[in-house]
């Protein structure tokens, strides 16, 4: 079983709508906690980090379960630039700077 | 401000050829790493540093091998490049140690092995 599971996708969605997607991770001692957007296999680039209570970045909404183990996003008032893979990265407690990630979730915002 | 560099950004070569991928980042960034992704993978860590003339195995070190010996660069080389090395290749570099700290990634190096 991977460490990071993710939906590959993609998911259509219509500009100006609301989509929402999950990451589940399979080792409870994971601490740390992001979203990276990748654009067409050019370099990752973090999206956010997500914090236990939850926050928010303007459009983009992370949230976390540590009791169900996942993480989610979600995208509101989705825009044409969103049109991305967004990776699900955890971070061991016990691994400083080693980093998981999951394959990705595609996103596709249509006109 | 060039941030993360890699060079080449492409590269095709033979099976058995021995290929260095160069990463260079100009913020002295104490740690930095060698991610491949593969489609239907997420990245996969071969070989991380923390500092110069400090480095460990990843996830998937086999056939490859890096030197630090300045913390500016983080080479990674494939002794004698097989066809299962094809992939894109990213380098990234943190500042510190600390697990919330932000990884920065290069441009990537696409590799083909024929």
């Known amino acids: 079983r991977k460490e990071v599971e993710q939906d590959p996708g993609p998911f259509n969605v219509p500009e100006g709508a609301t989509v929402a997607f999950n990451c589940t991770y399979s080792?409870?001692?994971?601490?740390?906690f992001f979203w990276y957007r990748q654009d067409c296999r050019k370099e990752p680039k973090l999206l956010m980090s997500?914090?236990?209570s939850g926050n928010e970045d303007g459009r983009f909404t992370a949230q976390l379960n540590r009791a169900s183990q996942y993480i989610s996003l979600l995208i509101r008032d989705s825009k044409l630039s969103d049109s991305a893979t967004y990776l699900c990265?955890?971070?061991?407690?016990?691994?400083?700077?080693?980093?998981?990630f999951g394959a990705g979730t595609q996103v596709v915002v249509t006109p | 401000d060039a941030g993360i560099t890699q060079s080449p950004r492409y590269k095709i070569t033979e099976t058995g050829r021995q290929v260095t991928l160069m990463c260079h980042q100009t913020?002295?960034?104490?740690?930095m790493f060698w991610y491949r992704q593969d489609l239907g993978h997420g990245l996969r860590l071969i070989y991380y540093?923390?500092?110069?003339?400090?480095?460990d195995k990843g996830e998937v070190p086999d056939g490859y091998v890096v030197s630090r010996s300045k913390t500016e660069n983080f080479p990674l080389t494939l002794e004698s490049a097989t066809r299962s090395q094809t992939s894109v290749y990213f380098c990234?570099?943190?500042?510190?140690?600390?697990?919330?700290?932000?990884?920065?990634f290069g441009p990537g190096t696409r590799l083909t092995v024929l």
């Open positions: 990234a570099s943190k500042v510190g140690g600390q697990s919330t700290d932000t990884q920065y």
């Open positions: 080792n409870s001692a994971s601490q740390s």
């Open positions: 997500v914090y236990s």
């Open positions: 990265v955890v971070n061991r407690a016990d691994s400083w700077g080693k980093l998981q």
């Open positions: 913020w002295s960034h104490s740690y």
């Open positions: 540093s923390a500092a110069a003339d400090i480095t």
